[in-house]
């Protein structure tokens, strides 16, 4: 079990390797009720061809923002990139109303970790420079001071910081608690993950960079 699960800010675990069947029940102290739209479950996680996806209700624990106010929360995710295909390990909200999402671009393979203030045309984040490797098992991961500034996420692949740059669009107040959480689809609109995701969390404060590291390095042997 990994370690963070038992974390006392620990939001949401899912150790999709564990996970078979349409329903189950998450590993944290909240059991948030998880159901299974498609994905094959495997020994390394659950694998989703394109139309797949798992829905999480939603939950005031998941939310870090109460449309004043932000709060510090991080978020991390083991995925295999297939093909260059996306990949949408985490997303919470709708197209419309949304929330945050831990995502990959399906050209570029950058990492996008963003916070929403309600719609989708105001946001702050950051986006790595360059892609995380092709066909191959990546922690992707990020945390955020809660600050309402670009500058207080930083995201993290594998046990390193990237190059990445600020993303800011609009005038960014803070998040709304607008929904569902997701995994493997991107909020409730028609692009969905085409590869595997192992396992997620979500903690409700700022990991340090040694925590970071710690959690790749006890858990890669599942995946590397």
Partial sequence: MNRLAYDPTCRLYLPLWMKDGATFMSDDAYGHLVTATGSIWGLQGRNFDGDDFLDV????????????????FSMASWV?????????????GTTTAREYMLVVDATT?????LCYDEIGSVNIGKSTDAGIANNAWSLIGGTYDGSSSANGVTIYVNNTVPAQTNVINGVYVAMHNQGSLRIGRFMDS???????IGELL???RQLRPAE???????TKWRWQ
Wanted: aromatic share 12%; proline share 6%; charged share 25%.
């Fill in 57 to 72: 209700p939603d939950n005031d624990v998941l939310s870090f923002g109460d449309s004043l106010t932000d709060s510090p």
């Fill in 190 to 196: 028609a692009s969905y993950t085409t590869g595997k």
């Fill in 109 to 113: 393979r950058i990492v996008n970790f």
């Fill in 212 to 218: 970071i590291e710690r959690y790749y390095e006890e």
């Fill in 80 to 92: 295999y990139i297939n093909n260059s295909n996306r990949s949408d390990p985490i997303t919470k």
């Fill in 202 to 204: 979500v903690l409700g």
